[in-house]
């Protein structure tokens, strides 16, 4: 990692983590893992003034990531870009709802990415995987939903393979956590993180960047 440079984290509202829009420092990174990640590199790294930029979006799919690029991505040139999507996504196909009519969650990242690889093709991307437990919104189809997350699960990774990218995989650690504590003590709704759940996404996206090299 060169110095003076930009880490862009991308998503939906668990990225959002009710972040400022405006300049107040204490809230502008939100609250949840974006704020956690920079709190250590920040904290670690303080002779590379890396800055930190959270750009998710409460309800967003991977579509409404896609209509906001230029803006919210592209213009920024960041060094790294994390994303974390997919549930919304799901969400709305369980729901029942008219926008989740078609499924477009593999053909509109697909589109992003390589509009993406193709604008900034020094950019490292890091693809989060997105997760569930069987609490709250996800328990009375949790099946269905086991279903439809495994194969964005699936697209996530495969995408990351086709595009270079590095992957985060965090299934695994929510269903290891699960194991020591109830699923609602990690993601109180079954897709929401608490605390805990975030620096859990906090720990496993460390130690995969410090694993392919981003931190250095």
């Known amino acids: 990692m060169s110095q003076n440079r930009l880490i862009l984290f991308q998503g939906d509202s668990i990225t959002d ?11 502008i990174l939100g609250h949840g893992y974006a704020y ?4 250590m590199l920040g904290g670690k790294y303080p ?3 890396l800055s930190f930029v959270n750009r998710g979006v409460s309800g967003d799919r991977v579509s409404d990531l896609y209509a906001r690029w230029n803006e919210d991505a592209i213009s920024l040139q960041p060094e790294v870009l994390s994303i974390l999507i997919g549930v919304n996504d799901a969400w709305r196909i369980m729901a029942g709802e008219p926008s989740g009519a078609t499924d477009r969650f593999e053909r509109a990242y697909m589109h992003l ?3 993406t690889a193709e604008v900034l093709p020094r950019t490292r991307l890091m693809l989060c995987e997105p997760f569930i437990l069987p609490v709250g919104a996800t328990a009375d189809k949790w099946e269905e939903w086991q279903a439809l997350l495994g194969r964005y699960q699936r697209i996530t990774r495969e995408l990351a393979e086709q595009f270079n990218a590095v992957h985060v995989p965090l299934q695994d650690r929510f269903n290891e956590a699960a194991k020591q504590k109830e699923p609602a003590y990690w ?3 079954g897709v929401h993180p608490t605390a805990a759940g975030h620096h859990l996404i906090a720990e496993r996206w460390m130690s995969v960047a410090d694993q392919h090299g981003l931190l250095k």
């Open 36 to 39: 956690i990640i920079a709190g």
């Open 47 to 49: 002779e590379r003034n």
């Open 187 to 189: 993601l109180w709704d």
């Open 17 to 27: 983590g009710n972040r400022d829009r405006g300049q107040d420092l204490n809230h």
């Open 113 to 115: 990415l390589a509009e």
